[in-house]
């Protein structure tokens, strides 16, 4: 089925149900009362849903290692669109996570014709960014990673034109490059396990990237040379592709365990451990023993126009270099979820839910839940009037650009010195 998310598309309209029912995303809200002080974007319902958050989970909650990485694409300026996988990501390495964060500028410069120099100066803007919300770990260019490459070619060994038709809908005018760099955000994506060794990944992600989750999932699986399963009282080690050798090794790795045609049979060790042995005998005879990755799903910020929040559209995104003047410009501008006149706001309420300033505050403006619900109340009980609403936003967005750019000079260091 070719997906109605669309990475590349500007329509980031999105049916939820959809999500669940036809493309196996499961909803994150199940999961949150496993999460000791869940923050906002997870309270808030702006990650909506998952796949396979649960191993990350049970990571975070028995100090196991795990990696947690993503990804921008240098296209632009970086504005406050991007902060919430920021904030994802920083968030994900703060309760243990390993963390990589890509600069996609192979994608950049292969789809958006930016140039490398852009490129460059773009991606030094976000990985500012980053450092600023106190972000630890590694973090690369696509264009320079070389054992990034080797393995987006091993990956592309997995891929074919057949399923990036039917995942993308890309067809005989597809550039070549094009492909090439889906299979390097393939590559992103298991990066850190290659990199690190295997270990659950989550990939905080905004829901338009799913496609290339799912790819990842996929070519993930078909890497691996085992499968390793629970059976009646024995661990079961089923050969998907291995040489002769590695299963070999699995049966001497377990002394009593039975070897057959194309499997081991071990008894009296458990699932974990023949797991995690398995994989590192995957890894010494040239494979990756890779888990699939995990990731969640947030939805995007609405853009102060309504829509997207584009750097394409001046007027719809606040970026973090912004001028004061044109902040207030921007959000005195806004489009609201207000009533055409005072008298209906005041007599019917404003929509809170509709609204790009009421979201500003939601996705990163005000950080107490009461203070929020308050805001809520009041529009809705058309108490609010919506200039006062977005005056007091503006005050917000002012105090947080002025903190949030004195943290971006401090930091700027750490981008010259990866
Ligand atoms: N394709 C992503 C975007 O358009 C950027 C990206 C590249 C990415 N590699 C990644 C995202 C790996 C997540 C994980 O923004
Ligand atoms: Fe939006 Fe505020 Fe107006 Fe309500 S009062 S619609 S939250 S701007």
Not at 21 to 48: D, K, M
Request: charge should be negative; include cysteine; charged fraction near 25%.
């Amino acid at each position: 089925m070719q997906s109605e998310i669309n990475p590349w598309s500007a329509n980031q309209s999105i049916d939820t149900d959809k999500l669940f029912t036809e493309f196996g995303i499961e909803p994150i809200e199940p999961v949150i009362p496993e999460i000791h002080n869940p923050p906002a974007f997870l309270r808030r319902g702006i990650v909506i849903g998952h796949r396979d958050y649960r191993p990350i989970v049970d990571a975070m909650n028995n100090n196991t290692p795990f990696h947690v990485l993503t990804g921008f694409m240098p296209s632009g300026h970086p504005h406050l669109g991007h902060l919430m996988v920021m904030k994802e990501v920083a968030w994900h390495v703060q309760q243990g996570g390993n963390g990589y964060v890509a600069v996609a500028d192979r994608e950049a410069h292969a789809v958006r014709n930016i140039s490398w120099d852009k490129c460059n100066e773009y991606g030094r803007e976000y990985l500012t960014c980053l450092y600023a919300l106190g972000y630890e770990g590694e973090t690369y260019y696509q264009s320079t990673n070389n054992r990034l490459k080797d393995l987006a070619f091993e990956a592309a060994i997995k891929m074919n034109f057949s399923d990036l038709q039917a995942i993308y809908g890309f067809g005989q005018e597809t550039a070549l490059a094009h492909a090439m760099s889906v299979a390097t955000q393939v590559a992103d994506i298991l990066f850190p396990q290659e990199d690190a060794g295997p270990a659950p990944t989550i990939v905080p992600v905004g829901i338009d990237q799913d496609p290339h989750i799912r790819l990842t999932r996929d070519i993930a699986h078909k890497l691996r040379f085992f499968t390793v399963e629970m059976r009646d009282g024995y661990v079961s080690v089923r050969s998907k592709n291995a040489p002769e050798e590695a299963l070999a090794a699995v049966h001497t790795a377990f002394p009593g365990s039975k070897k057959y045609e194309g499997h081991v049979d071990i008894k009296g060790a458990g699932l974990a451990d023949v797991d995690a042995k398995v994989r590192s005998i995957e890894i010494e005879y040239g494979g990756f023993g890779f888990y699939s990755p995990s990731a969640t799903y947030h939805y995007f910020m609405q853009g102060l126009q309504g829509g997207k929040m584009s750097s394409s559209v001046p007027e719809s995104f606040i970026g973090f270099c912004d001028t004061d003047k044109a902040v207030k410009k921007k959000i005195m501008g806004a489009v609201t979820g207000g009533r055409m006149t005072l008298e209906e706001q005041k007599k019917l309420g404003g929509e809170p839910e509709k609204c790009s300033v009421y979201l500003l505050n939601l996705f990163h403006m005000v950080d107490d839940d009461d203070e929020l619900t308050e805001i809520c109340r009041a529009c809705k009980a058309g108490e609010l009037m919506c200039g006062t609403c977005k005056k007091a936003t503006y005050e917000r967005v002012k105090e947080f650009l002025a903190d949030f750019k004195e943290r971006m000079d401090e930091a700027e260091h750490k981008v010259d010195e990866r």
